[in-house]
């Protein structure tokens, strides 16, 4: 069976959407956000019961510096970041305070070749510096952030539907610095590798 390609924009899968449709291959345009995310995909999913599996696919900020800017990597494991309670200057994580599950992993093998990068969901990307080194300490493994994609595992999950997700590299978290980013080059890498993927595999 094909996969639902999903994106936040439509910009992100914008050159492949006439590839998709001779393929028949189904996509989804959700808007930005974890919350128009799992709304949108939710909803899908209650009313299309054939979908077998999830490809999430967009662009994401690194904040390793190692992973270089446009590079297309796929994410392991990622958390809903700031879901949880603050207790003075400790953060309790939904896990902990029993009120649910934070972080989601990766189900699906399909995709090969690329680096496997832990992640993050945030409501509000990071722009300073005392909030990313807070992210270094109490998550040392994540490398990527982004506004959807544990959403998008998270409503997969509650429909048992496996989902991986790829992302290109667009920028680094840092301060907000407009004119370092490599957003047409990101976008750029993506289309090719997500053409390739659909050219190869249906």
Known sequence: MKPLIVAATRFEILDNIPLLEEREVPYLITGVGMTATAFALGKYLALNLDISHVLNVGIAGSFDRKISLGSVVSI???????????????????????????TFTSQNNL??????????TVNKVHGNESSISKVAERLPNVKIESMEGAAVFFACGEQNIHCAQIRAISNYVEKRNKSAWEIDLAINNLKNWLRNFILNNY
């Open 76 to 102: 392991g494991s990622d958390t809903f970041y700031e879901l949880g309670a603050e207790d003075g200057e400790t953060f309790i994580s939904i896990d902990d305070l029993c009120f649910g599950k934070g």
């Open 111 to 120: 995709i090969l070749d690329l680096p496997i990068y832990d992640a993050i």
